[in-house]
């Protein structure tokens, strides 16, 4: 699903991610950690392309990202991206927030279209929201949305970046969970970025760990959390 071949990314003269080699295979579920500042947010936007790379070669889902021709676009509708920041349209309802994507890019008549929502809207335990706007709920129920959101679209592969540093503690388990239960469905891949070592080690298949730009381990989650 995703395949870096020595692949380099420079911010101006700053190296940010150095000889990145990594494979991932359909279904896995992989956490990526490190210490703030090592890559990790950089290395998840290169792979649905929100960040560009220098050398190198990166594939995703049969697309090459390092070539400049290939279609974000159509890169994208396979690949959902969850963000710290929850990144909802705070002029559009939570059901349309979920609804606009099917709408536009895949045309899903609105009926089977709203249905859709409502089903993700009830497993993330929020169909009662359904019209509230984003400023009218919380900061985990708006992570919660834009999950719903994400998978709205049925990716093969979804990214999350941090997904629950922004909330408040008493919030984080609800997302968490949310997050444990559509990343055990063994159809779709998962990369996650997290500071959740508990969530990592009960979830993750593997293991992730950068430094200074680079890959420093790359472990199955159980012999990672064996020896630390
Ligand atoms: P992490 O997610 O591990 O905290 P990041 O990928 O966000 O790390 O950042 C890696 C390094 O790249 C940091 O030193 C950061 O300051 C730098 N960096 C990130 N984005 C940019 C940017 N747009 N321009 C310049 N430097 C950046
Ligand atoms: P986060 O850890 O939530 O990703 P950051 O503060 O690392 O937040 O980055 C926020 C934004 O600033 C990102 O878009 C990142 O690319 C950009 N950024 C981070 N470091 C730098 C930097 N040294 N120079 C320019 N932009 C940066």
Redesign the pocket.
Same mark, same amino acid.
């Given at each position: 699903m995703i395949e870096f071949h020595d692949v380099q990314k420079y911010?101006?003269q700053?190296h940010?991610l150095t000889d990145i080699n990594l494979e991932i295979d359909k279904g896995e579920t992989v956490v990526l950690i490190?210490?703030? =500042?090592? =890559?990790?947010?950089?290395?998840v936007?290169t792979v649905n392309g929100l #960040?560009s790379i220098q050398e190198g070669q990166l594939i995703v889902n049969n697309h090459d990202l390092s070539d400049p021709k290939t279609n974000l676009n159509v890169l994208r509708r396979d690949v959902g991206m969850v963000f710290q920041h929850f990144n909802l349209y705070a002029n559009k309802s939570v059901l349309e927030n979920i609804m606009l994507a099917p709408r536009i890019v895949s045309h899903v008549p609105e009926a089977e279209n709203r249905e859709r929502a409502m089903k993700l809207l009830t497993m993330v335990g929020l169909e009662s929201k359904a019209d509230n706007m984003p400023s009218q709920i919380s900061g985990g129920q708006k992570q919660r949305v834009a999950i719903a959101r994400s998978l709205a679209m049925r990716p093969k592969l979804l990214l999350f970046? #941090?997904p629950t540093s922004a909330l408040d503690p008493e919030m984080i388990d609800d997302v968490l969970q949310v997050i444990k239960t559509i990343t055990s469905d063994s159809d779709m891949t998962s990369l996650i970025?997290t500071h959740e070592m508990g969530f990592a080690k009960e979830v993750a298949n593997r293991v992730i760990f950068?430094d200074n =730009?680079q890959i420093v381990e790359d472990d199955s989650s159980q012999s990672f959390f064996e020896h630390p």
């Open positions: 911010y101006g700053f940010a490190g210490p703030s =500042g090592s =890559g990790k947010s950089t290395l936007r #960040e970046d #941090e970025v950068m =730009g």
